[in-house]
């Protein structure tokens, strides 16, 4: 069928046309929001979950009801080879965030004044004073040069200022397992200050699955700040939603084992979801259903795409050596595996480059820890990538 209505949309953080499956993530923002303008406090939030479940897609969403409330939005993306770039990072888009708030740089209260001026300040100290507020610096606010100091100044001064003006500030942080250490204790001890001085100054992170233990590990008070919401596959109904409903508002239907067919294959998970209803929406000779020989062909050219971009990517970036481990946790399925079996399948000869070999899969985003000891990929379906390759 026509490409051009194509309403499927596999890509990173790209919006899907049916967003389905996450009014209870987004109903707790609301709710934050709403106590928020009330004076009243709440946990910032952390979503976790696999590459491809919809972590981006959901802090958008999130972002775009935080500036309909007309907030104070700041979106970051963390990024380990460049630690410097939170701070930078946080200091531009704080200052467009205000900038965006007219009403603070033309009729501004001494609260605002205060805020302005720390996030002028903070910007000196970053050395990113690209976007001019026309405040002076505040000299010793937010300027220290130490993150964990300044972030809490800002969730002081600008807190203030937003609470005066019955609005609040969303810090949308994603990737945030890249922040080092002393970022995410920084991101703790802001959200702690906020809450006991009762500022309106919300995180809202996304990050893998082991973004909650590192959080942990950075302020040990992390496990009572946050609100952890796992992001994770679709459940079915919602999946049959994502699948449907775009094509329906092209007058075009599934037939119902078509549907089934491609719901099993993707397991539900969305990236999936959106990869296979492209294909098979391409394949589909139409004009108005899709059936399941369409679902089957497309599929098959949904897989072929998936291996040669999402999975192959990954593979690709390993060494020899990290192969190794990657084909060596294959085994468990996707469930995590003991480091322990992992050295026993690998033999004596390389579990002395197991340390490294994890490290690096770890730094490159393609493992992670679920626990001491664990070791599990980071995009589904990749043991049986690995099984596919060597088979071939
Ligand atoms: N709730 C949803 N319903 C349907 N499709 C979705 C949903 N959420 C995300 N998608 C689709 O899934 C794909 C991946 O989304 P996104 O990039 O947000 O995932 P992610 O979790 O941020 O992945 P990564 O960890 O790789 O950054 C996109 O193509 C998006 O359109
Ligand atoms: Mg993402």
């Given at each position: 069928m026509d490409p051009r209505r194509n309403p499927y949309n596999p890509g990173a953080g790209l919006r899907p046309a049916a967003l389905a499956g996450r009014d209870d993530d987004i109903e707790a923002f609301e709710i934050l929001a709403d106590r928020a303008q009330n004076g009243l406090m709440s946990r910032s939030i952390v979503f976790s979950g696999l590459r491809g479940v919809g972590k981006t897609v959901l802090l958008s969403e999130l972002a775009g009801r935080a500036l309909e409330r007309n907030w104070l939005v700041v979106q970051v993306e963390a990024e380990h080879t460049l630690p410097d770039h939170f701070s930078t990072a946080m200091a531009v888009e704080l200052a467009n965030a205000a900038r965006r708030q007219g009403s603070w740089l033309t009729r501004a209260t001494e609260k605002i004044r205060l805020a302005l001026g720390s996030i002028t300040s903070f910007q000196a100290a970053v050395g990113a004073e690209g976007v001019s507020l026309g405040f002076e610096r505040i000299p010793g606010r937010a300027d220290s040069g130490s993150i964990q100091v300044d972030l809490v100044d800002l969730a002081e001064t600008v807190g203030a200022a937003a609470k005066e003006e019955g609005i609040g500030i969303a810090i949308l942080i994603d990737?945030?397992?890249?922040?080092t250490t002393e970022q995410m204790s920084a991101v703790c001890r802001s959200c702690h200050r906020a809450g006991q001085s009762a500022l309106p100054w919300f995180v809202v992170g996304g990050g893998l699955p082991n973004l909650p233990t590192r959080l942990a590990e950075a302020e040990s008070y992390a496990e009572r700040l946050f609100d952890y919401r796992m992001v994770d596959r679709l459940a079915d109904a919602d999946a049959v939603f994502a699948l449907v409903e775009p094509a329906s508002a092209q007058q075009v239907a599934w037939e119902a084992d078509a549907a089934q067919f491609l719901l099993d294959e993707s397991s539900g998970y969305p990236y999936f979801l959106q990869q296979f209803g492209k294909t098979v929406w391409d394949a589909a000779a139409g004009p108005d259903t899709i059936t399941l020989e369409d679902a089957t062909i497309g599929i098959a050219e949904g897989q072929q795409q998936l291996d040669l971009g999402f999975y192959s990517s990954r593979w690709e970036r390993a060494t020899k050596a990290e192969r190794e481990f990657l084909r060596a946790m294959a085994p468990d399925d996707g469930q995590p595996s003991r480091i322990a079996d992992i050295s026993d399948r690998l033999g004596k000869a390389s579990s002395r480059s197991l340390g490294p070999a994890r490290a690096n899969l770890i730094g490159k985003g393609i493992v992670y820890g679920p626990e001491h000891g664990m070791i599990a990929y980071t995009v589904p379906g990749m043991a049986d990538y690995v099984r596919r390759r060597d088979d071939e």
């Open positions: 990737e945030m397992q890249e922040l």
